[in-house]
């Protein structure tokens, strides 16, 4: 989703840093469904520039056993 969304200009970040009880009451979630983690997604304030320097996928996504590289242009 958040690849997709980029497409779009829409910027995403995943954050737990959240009050939970606000987050039940402005969005109705029961108290029987656990809330692990949020995706928020907005068009950015500020323009975006620049790169990031990441890793390669390859280095930090294992596909099927623990550190088995995963290669995105074989699947
Ligand atoms: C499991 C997890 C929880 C996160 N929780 C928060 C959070 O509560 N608040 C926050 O500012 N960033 C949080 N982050 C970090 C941001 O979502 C994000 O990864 C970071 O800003 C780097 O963004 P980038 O990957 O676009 O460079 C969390 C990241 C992960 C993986």
Known sequence: MQ???????????????????NLRRDFNIPKETNISIIVGFGYPANKLLGKKRRKPLSEIAFLETYGKPFDASSS
Do not use: D, L, P, Q
């Open 3 to 21: 690849i997709a969304a980029w497409n779009f200009n829409v910027s995403s970040c995943v954050f737990t840093g959240i009050k939970e009880e």
